[in-house]
């Protein structure tokens, strides 16, 4: 009976020693939580990564996503896929509530139609006339903090910030100097942008981008507004020899948004790693590349013979007293709308 005793104390000490110390058995080795995070990020913009040597938005979510691998030591692995990889560019936002993928790089214009705050993420139309300007708006800590909570609230899904791939300007078949000469013309424009050059005196027409060449080359439409560096990417100053400043939006945007189940899940300090790194993609897209995009827009499209025309002080106002009934429409749209408008126009002035 001792014996017996002896062997079953033996036995059970040499069980535990075999759990804790030994190989374990594949049952323990399924409750071990997985080590580190591999994320999706769809971007809404193809490659390539760089616009005339300045990061674009697809270059802006790689290298995001390079920095944030480094600085975690692989821990935070974030993949990115171009345009329509897992999702087409209008089911992304859906994926992104659902938890499909963790991350979008993506266009607030997307998510309208249940976010009417996303009107205010390019800031005001002829609201800032350079974009470090507009910067100081759309990097402006409570400004963001109001559109997280909207995208939270209506969309489980954490905004970490807004950087700039572009002005964007009228790029006309005629030269721009007031706005009677936008009177009765026939303009490109889409969304937020077709109502302001409607209220400039303007027809819009909701063609495609890729269509605009040929209808610029054809006159079946007098211009359009578009990025003024795609004068030379897209040889758009080939058939549309002048661009108007001050733009009619200093930076347009692009969000880098997170799953809010995904983002939780993250230990503070890989938030607090992925925070800094788009924090500092904004900083340098309203302060390097987007001036550096406006020079080389002015001064390579002479090369095109394109002709950059800058609106006067006094007309420059004939265009923004024009937008301003579109603020304030847009203001009334929800309680952060009209919370968004009131900072907006605190940094860029008023009426």
């Known amino acids: ?40 990020l769809q971007s809404a913009w193809p490659p390539p990564e760089k ?15 390079r920095k944030v691998k480094e600085r975690t030591k692989g821990e935070l692995d974030i993949k990115l896929f171009p345009p329509g990889a897992l999702f087409k560019e209008l089911e992304t936002p859906d994926a992104l509530k659902r938890g499909a993928i963790e991350m979008a ?33 759309l990097m402006n800590e409570e400004y963001l903090k109001i559109l997280r909570k909207a995208y939270a609230e209506k969309h489980n899904v954490q905004l970490l910030g807004l950087s700039s791939v572009s002005s964007y300007n009228y790029v006309t078949r005629f030269p721009v100097n007031t ?19 409607k209220a400039h005196g303007a027809t819009p027409s909701m063609i495609t981008g890729a269509e605009q060449y040929m209808a610029l080359q054809r006159g079946t439409i007098d211009g359009t507004v578009y990025p003024p560096y795609a004068g030379i990417t897209y ?3 080939e058939v549309a020899k002048f661009h108007s400043w001050p733009p009619i939006y200093s930076a347009v945007t692009v969000n880098h948004v997170v799953n809010l189940g995904a983002w939780n899940k993250l230990p503070k300090e890989y938030q607090e790693i992925l925070q800094d790194e788009v924090s500092k993609m904004a900083k340098y897209s309203f302060e390097v590349s987007g001036p550096a995009l406006e020079k080389i827009a002015t ?26 009934p579109l603020w304030e429409e847009w203001g009334k749209k929800s309680p952060y709308c009209g919370q968004l408008l009131t900072i ?4 860029y002035g008023g009426k």
Do not use: N
């Open 1 to 40: 009976m001792a014996r017996r005793k002896i062997f079953g104390v033996i036995t059970g000490c040499a069980l535990v020693m075999f759990i804790f110390c030994g190989e374990v058995p594949s049952t323990f080795a399924q409750a071990k939580p997985a080590k580190g995070f591999t994320w999706k």
């Open 299 to 324: 001064e390579e499209g002479k090369k095109m013979k394109a002709e950059a025309t800058f609106l006067s002080d006094g007309e420059y106002q004939k265009f923004r007293q024009a937008a301003v």
């Open 105 to 137: 790089c993506s266009a607030g214009s997307y998510h309208l139609s249940i976010l009417p705050e996303v009107l205010f993420e390019w800031g005001l139309p002829y609201g800032a006339k350079t974009p470090d300007v507009a910067g100081k708006l």
């Open 344 to 347: 907006a126009k605190g940094i």
């Open 235 to 237: 040889k758009i100053f």
């Open 51 to 65: 616009i005339m040597g300045y990061w674009g938005a697809f270059g802006q979510a790689s290298e995001i996503a």
């Open 179 to 197: 706005m009677e000469d936008l009177k009765g013309k026939k303009i490109r424009a889409l969304g937020v942008t077709a109502q302001v050059v």
